[in-house]
């Protein structure tokens, strides 16, 4: 057995090099990543870390904040990083569901239809102001977020890989926007406030940009392949059944709090699971330990968790709820920290 800390021992796994190998992988592409995004995002490293983290997770990310906060120079900043075919989609209330996932035209040369692909099939996708869009026209996201495929007049097109949604958005209290349908914002693994700078961040914001923006200087830091391989290496990262039991009573503990309407979906229990497996490989571990899960639970399941009529007079917010679970549900390992 490694020389693991006593309170985490009985939750780590033997000793296995092709383990930590795969844990090595995840933290050289990550810490590449992250580097090339700092660069051109002031001050946020631990949303950068975030972002970094669904990407590898294999998941959406919804980036939601009052305008002017940089969540389109994330998105885009990301995206130049990493190796992968990019577009980017405007979101505004006229836009069709067509105007996504792309139209069969009538070829008049050979007398067919053949498929024009909409802005959706790239491999890194930026919904920008998603929430400016009508009901009708989110829904076109539906199926390629969750099964990564769209179908067009009966025939299904499959997503390449990787495939990577990040959608921005702003308040819905704001005028001109639609809510997004819970069934949609279950379908983002993480959802992610970057907040205002603090103003020495925000000075060197502006003496950054006095000439030209820092996003000229971002080039391509890992390529597909290395992306691919760290995605799946995360995978290998061990979870002990007691840290997959702690998962699951936070999970059910927000589908029977008294402030809660609607609790967090199994799809919520996987996205925990999947990050909490993400972050341990970023730090250099190949066991996730209670601590990951705890980091991600807001993240991953505030967005999922629905309030109570009577909750929201009082005030009381999704992430308040979770706080209120994480302090009120027992933590595996915690008698060896007496």
């Known amino acids: 057995?490694?020389?693991?800390?006593?309170?985490?021992?009985?939750?780590?796994?033997?000793?296995?090099?092709?383990?930590?190998?795969?844990?090595?992988?995840?933290?050289?592409?990550?810490?590449?990543?992250?580097?090339?995004?700092?660069?051109?995002?002031?001050?946020?490293?631990?949303?950068?870390?975030?972002?970094?983290?669904?990407?590898?997770?294999?998941?959406?990310?919804?980036?939601?904040?009052?305008?002017?906060?940089?969540?389109?120079?994330?998105?885009?900043?990301?995206?130049?990083?990493?190796?992968?075919?990019?577009?980017?989609?405007?979101?505004?209330?006229?836009?069709?569901?067509?105007?996504?996932?792309?139209?069969?035209?009538?070829?008049?040369?050979?007398?067919?239809?053949?498929?024009?692909?909409?802005?959706?099939?790239?491999?890194?996708?930026?919904?920008?102001?998603?929430?400016?869009?009508?009901?009708?026209?989110?829904?076109?996201?539906?199926?390629?977020?969750?099964?990564?495929?769209?179908?067009?007049?009966?025939?299904?097109?499959?997503?390449?890989?990787?495939f990577l949604l990040i959608a921005t958005q702003n308040p819905i209290e704001y005028e001109g926007t639609f809510p997004l349908p819970e069934a949609q914002l279950d379908r983002f693994l993480i959802r992610i406030q970057l907040g205002y700078p603090t103003p020495s961040e925000e000075f060197t914001i502006l003496t950054s940009q006095q000439y030209e923006h820092p996003l000229t200087h971002t080039y391509q830091v890992v390529n597909v392949q290395e992306l691919l391989a760290a995605q799946q290496a995360v995978r290998e990262v061990y979870v002990s059944d007691e840290v997959k039991r702690y998962i699951i009573d936070l999970v059910n503990a927000s589908r029977q709090h008294p402030d809660v309407?609607?609790?967090?979906?199994?799809?919520?229990?996987?996205?925990?699971?999947?990050?909490?497996?993400?972050?341990?490989?970023?730090?250099?571990?190949?066991?996730?330990?209670?601590?990951?899960?705890?980091?991600?639970?807001?993240?991953t399941l505030a967005h999922r968790i629905i309030v109570g009529p009577a909750a929201r007079i009082k005030d009381i917010s999704s992430h308040t709820i979770i706080q209120d679970i994480l302090a009120s549900t027992p933590v595996p390992g915690a008698s060896a920290w007496q």
């Open 261 to 299: 309407y609607l609790g967090s979906s199994p799809r919520g229990a996987l996205a925990l699971f999947r990050t909490s497996q993400t972050r341990a490989a970023m730090a250099g571990r190949d066991y996730v330990i209670p601590d990951d899960v705890k980091a991600l639970a807001d993240a």
């Open 1 to 162: 057995m490694p020389d693991y800390p006593q309170e985490t021992r009985r939750l780590a796994p033997e000793a296995n090099a092709s383990r930590q190998r795969h844990v090595s992988l995840v933290q050289d592409v990550a810490e590449r990543i992250t580097h090339s995004v700092s660069q051109v995002i002031v001050g946020k490293r631990n949303e950068i870390r975030l972002t970094v983290l669904g990407l590898l997770s294999q998941g959406h990310i919804l980036l939601e904040d009052i305008p002017g906060v940089g969540k389109t120079m994330l998105a885009k900043t990301l995206a130049k990083s990493i190796g992968c075919t990019f577009s980017r989609i405007q979101f505004t209330p006229d836009m069709l569901p067509s105007d996504v996932t792309g139209v069969s035209l009538f070829n008049q040369k050979t007398r067919e239809f053949e498929f024009r692909a909409g802005p959706i099939m790239a491999q890194i996708v930026l919904a920008d102001e998603i929430n400016r869009a009508t009901p009708k026209t989110q829904a076109a996201l539906l199926e390629a977020m969750e099964e990564r495929q769209v179908t067009v007049d009966g025939v299904t097109y499959s997503m390449q890989d990787p």
